[in-house]
């Protein structure tokens, strides 16, 4: 487990998560772009908005402190962990012992937390609204995320996501039970929510009375905004990554070999590529629901979560 | 060997000074001497605990002490922990009290009463693990209770509520005794002695049934003690009236004396039961786990948020608990160790965040007047010291790495999880909606701590007093900083505890799990493959947030602008009253689970006299009550109320009458006589 491949399968999961992220997003606009008949901007354009924000002056607004300063760096260095210990190229890697499912959950909500708290420290009412309604989304979305988890755990007999997906790989039948399918529904619900998009949130609104996500960020500016918007790319990346790796997982890497790798790596991308156009896709014929409605939705997704974790219990409980 | 009677010896002398330096000692000298005495006795009480859970035992018959049966004390690894801890929080706390109390003169808790009761409380915290006989235990358990109520009473003058509280507080306190009194007499009878190992050795013949009433008579009192539903009445009024100091004591050690007293009696003296009885218990923790934290998310009170985190946090460790016992009624013996091992883990950590907790509130409340979240805000500096331990305390509270409270949840879930190898329908619909449970605690608790620390220690401040705060004198500080030396410690090294985990989980027959294994930063659960490395997470957290925070600098080409205009959509520099209150934060929360909170609205419209359509005044009421409460504790108070009405009429002031009253119970009484025998 301690050669140097696994470093390198490391270093190319954070790298094509980070390098990517914006490329993703990117491609996901393009997409809608192209199916509501406009031209679009380029797969590029978000890597440009990067490039205009960072040579922008640094602002600190008056009032604001230590949690709204430190915040965007958080948002992004929890989504660069997590991206080193979900197995997206390959299984067998120098933290896949780390790489427990609950620690990957725990490190997305942490970078939720950091920004709500720094939407809460402007002192804005535009950042305390967004915190409000990110954490109501959060703490219903957070329970969902925990119970998929644990109900692809438990035919697994572990929460480490390299020996679920290892499992997965081997026994593709574990996928296309009730519980794994139910997980599906539930985790691709809460994966919506998680990182604000249709029908929870619109990513691209600035009608202030709508926004959740982008209520919090109001005040950032420059470099500061770029980190932020840097941070929830990778979510997004990341979250659309674990669910391919999850319910996908073929051709993901099991052992130490560059081909393997390389193969991993095109695959990644193409199963990207394809999630990323679906959800695009989807985001053009779907509305963005009113709030109040956004916790049945999450209610509905955690049902399906509770089922599936049941489901595993009775399917695989006797021993 | 001889390690734990010297520091119990110790601790007992310290805390009769205490108590006498407290009677005797003018004010000035009384409030610093006694709060030396009082650390000291936690700190004795930590030796004893830290020598327990190292592996040494002692017991001892004092036949002296209490007149008929003796005293009877003994000293295993699960009281260890238990001593350990109250040690520790007693020491912190009371290098705390020390700075809360001296400077604000011989009322409160500086007062004669208040600084003699302390050391004594203390003293029971620490030494309630000890007893070894029901006699000695509910001597104990009675001196702790007198003791947190006369302290909860500490500041009555200053505030009318207090008594309220304090009415509330003695009355559920002593029906939890009155159940504790009924459970270990029924037990005692049946079994054929009182000290802990007569009743060890008889439980076994005891009949199935009253095995399940004693259980059921002591879980409730027990559980009450934790302030798990639906006995938790008194939490949400006792904590928040007591002075910041006796609430963290109360928080962080009394509690866990309920948890202590269940794994004794149920696991250890009763050595487990039928799996109706962790069922029962699996339901009161979830209740309780998810109850406690939607009143914790709607609370505008910083206290009674905190303390309502408590009933959350018990419930958390009531599920490890059940779960542990219903494993080991199938027989399932090294997961139930496990399971254990994650409750009496969280209970460590829950004493170190919910002490810090309270403390940083206390000092929050002692330096603005206020409690209420709507108030305060902008606390984060002109309180620093106070905000960043308030934060780390959070952190370990909301459960997310790398707080303290994220190992012993992922212990507990692993646990859970691993539960499917136990057969049984019953276990495959506990387990999963244990887990559901569990989830939902963890993801309202995040929205609970980032309103009481966005609200309450960020933005600007709501109120004149919250904006004149300031910052807690340096014993304050001190006192608080221990318990963030010990959060951290518990945060990246919980193999700290290790080897005394799994002595403590032994000593109720358990098998040890190795889990926390000694020294090291790991957790690895043994024949299960998942581990978590706390410092490793930390390690990366902070290798990424590095480059993250310096890459974009590089680019920078201009200095940093600071103290630029907030944006705020164009409307510009918003004023205080604009921001987001705790009440507004907890709204859509609110919404979502207005079934089960059932909010109270009021809207009164005073229209002017001439025409109902002008409108004079409005008047708009909001309140969440406490649902349990109202539904379980009014009726019962309103029937009293009634009834002692109806005796009203009884008592006419007639001498005849109550002659006539005299003649017959008489009668009955004869009549009873003769029918019975």
């Known amino acids: ?319 | 060997m001889s390690a734990i009677p010297a520091a119990l010896a110790t601790a007992v002398a310290l805390g009769g000074a205490g108590a006498a330096a407290g009677l005797a000692l003018p004010y000035r000298p009384r409030v610093p001497v006694v709060g030396v005495l009082t650390a000291g006795v936690g700190v004795a009480g930590a030796v004893a605990g830290a020598a327990a859970l190292s592996g040494n035992r002692w017991a001892a018959v004092c036949s002296g002490l209490v007149p008929p049966a003796g005293a009877q004390v003994a000293v295993d690894a699960l009281a260890g922990l238990f001593m350990a801890v109250a040690g520790a929080v007693v020491a912190a706390v009371a290098v705390y009290g020390i700075g809360y109390a001296a400077g604000r003169g011989s009322g409160g808790l500086g007062s004669r009463t208040a600084q003699a009761v302390l050391p004594l409380f203390a003293l029971s915290l620490v030494l309630v693990p000890v007893a070894a006989s029901v006699s000695t235990f509910l001597l104990l358990w009675e001196v702790s209770a007198l003791g947190s109520l006369l302290l909860v009473l500490a500041e009555h003058q200053q505030h009318a509520s207090v008594r309220q509280a304090g009415v509330w507080y003695a009355v559920l306190t002593h029906l939890g005794l009155v159940l504790l009194l009924a459970g270990f007499s029924l037990f005692a009878a049946r079994a054929g002695g009182e000290t802990f190992t007569a009743l060890r050795a008889g439980a076994s013949g005891v009949p199935a049934g009253v095995r399940g009433l004693v259980f059921a008579l002591l879980a409730l009192a027990f559980t009450s003690k934790a302030g798990a539903v639906p006995l938790h009445a008194w939490l949400p009024r006792a904590y928040p009236e007591a002075p910041g100091p006796v609430a963290a004591l109360m928080s962080a050690a009394m509690v866990n004396l309920g948890i202590y007293g269940l794994v004794r009696t149920a696991l250890d003296l009763l050595g487990g039961g039928p799996a109706w009885w962790w069922l029962g218990l699996l339901a009161v923790g979830g209740a309780s786990a998810v109850y406690g934290v939607l009143q914790a998310a709607v609370a505008s009170d910083l206290k009674r948020l905190v303390a309502y985190s408590s009933s959350e946090n018990m419930g958390l460790v009531l599920i490890g608990v059940g779960a542990c016992g219903l494993f080991a009624s199938h027989g399932d013996r090294p997961l139930a160790a496990l399971a254990l091992a994650a409750a009496l883990l969280h209970v460590v950590n829950h004493a170190a965040f919910k002490a810090l907790l309270f403390c940083a509130a206390g000092s929050v409340q002692r330096s603005t007047g206020l409690r209420d979240l709507d108030r305060l805000g902008g606390l984060r500096s002109r309180l620093p010291v106070t905000a960043g331990c308030f934060a780390l305390a959070a952190l370990g509270a909301v459960a997310l790495p790398p707080g303290n409270g994220f190992v012993s949840e992922w212990l507990l879930l692993q646990s859970l999880v691993h539960g499917r190898q136990v057969p049984g329908v019953a276990v495959a619909v506990a387990l999963p909606l244990s887990v559901a449970l569990i989830a939902l605690s963890a993801g309202i608790a995040a929205a609970v701590f980032v309103k009481a620390l966005g609200v309450g220690f960020f933005a600007r401040p709501r109120d004149r007093r919250a904006a004149s705060a300031r910052e807690a004198p340096p014993l304050m500080l001190a006192g608080m900083a221990l318990l963030a030396v010990a959060i951290v410690a518990l945060a990246v090294v919980p193999g700290l505890l290790g080897d005394g985990l799994d002595r403590a989980v032994g000593a109720v027959g358990l098998p040890g799990t190795g889990a926390v294994s000694g020294g090291g930063a790991r957790v690895r659960l043994a024949g299960i493959s998942a581990s978590l490395s706390p410092l490793w997470v930390v390690a990366a957290l902070t290798a990424a947030i590095l480059p993250a925070t310096g890459l974009p600098r590089l680019r920078g080409r201009r200095g940093r602008r600071v103290n630029a205009r907030l944006w705020d959509c164009g409307g510009g520099a918003p004023t205080p009253r604009m921001t987001y209150t705790a009440t507004s934060f907890a709204e859509p929360l609110q919404r979502v689970f207005d079934d089960v909170l059932a909010p109270e609205q009021h809207v009164d419209v005073t229209p002017v006299r001439e025409s109902a359509y002008l409108v004079r005044r409005v008047r708009f009421r909001h309140r969440v009550p406490d649902r349990i409460e109202h539904r379980l504790y009014d009726p019962v108070l309103r029937a009293l109320a009634g009834a002692g009405q109806a005796a009203r009429g009884l008592a006419g002031g007639s001498v005849h009458l109550y002659l006539g009253y005299g003649f017959a119970g008489l009668v009955v009484l004869l009549l009873a006589l003769a029918v019975g025998w």
């Open chain 1, 1 to 319: 487990m301690t050669h140097g491949l696994g470093y390198v399968a490391v270093a190319g999961q954070v790298t094509v998560v980070a390098a990517g992220a914006p490329l993703l997003t990117g491609w996901m606009r393009q997409v809608r772009a192209r199916l509501e008949g406009r031209a679009g901007a380029g797969v590029l354009q978000p890597w440009r908005d990067a490039r205009k924000l960072l040579r922008k002056e640094p602002v600190t607004p008056v009032g604001t402190g230590p949690a709204f300063r430190a915040a965007p760096a958080l948002l992004a260095a929890t989504a660069a962990v997590a991206a080193a210990l979900l197995p997206l190229l390959s299984t067998d890697t120098p933290v896949s012992g780390h790489a427990d499912l609950i620690v990957v959950v725990a490190l997305i909500s942490l970078g939720t937390i950091g920004l709500a708290l720094a939407g809460l420290d402007s002192g804005t009412a535009f950042g305390g609204m967004g915190a409000s309604r990110e954490m109501t989304v959060a703490s219903l979305v957070e329970p969902t995320l925990l119970l998929s988890v644990f109900a692809l755990s438990i035919p697994a007999g572990t929460t480490n996501v390299p020996a679920i997906v290892a499992g997965a790989i081997h026994q593709p039948a574990r996928l296309a039970s009730p519980a794994g399918l139910l997980a599906v529904a539930a985790l691709a619900v809460a994966v919506l929510a998680e990182t604000g998009r249709i029908p929870v949130d619109n990513p691209s609104t600035h009608l202030e009375l709508t926004m959740i996500h982008e209520a919090m960020v109001l005040e950032y500016a420059g470099p500061d905004l770029a980190l932020v918007e840097f941070g929830a790319q990778m979510r997004l990346t990341l979250l659309l990554g674990l669910l391919s790796s999850l319910f996908v997982p073929w051709g993901i890497a099991t052992g130490p070999s560059w081909t393997a790798l390389v193969v991993a790596l095109v695959l990644f991308v193409v199963k990207l590529t394809v999630l990323g156009a679906l959800l695009a896709a989807a985001e053009v014929f779907w509305a963005k629901i009113r709030l109040f409605r956004v916790p049945e939705l999450l209610a509905g997704s955690f049902l399906l979560a509770l089922l599936a974790v049941t489901a595993s219990y009775f399917l695989n409980g006797a021993p």
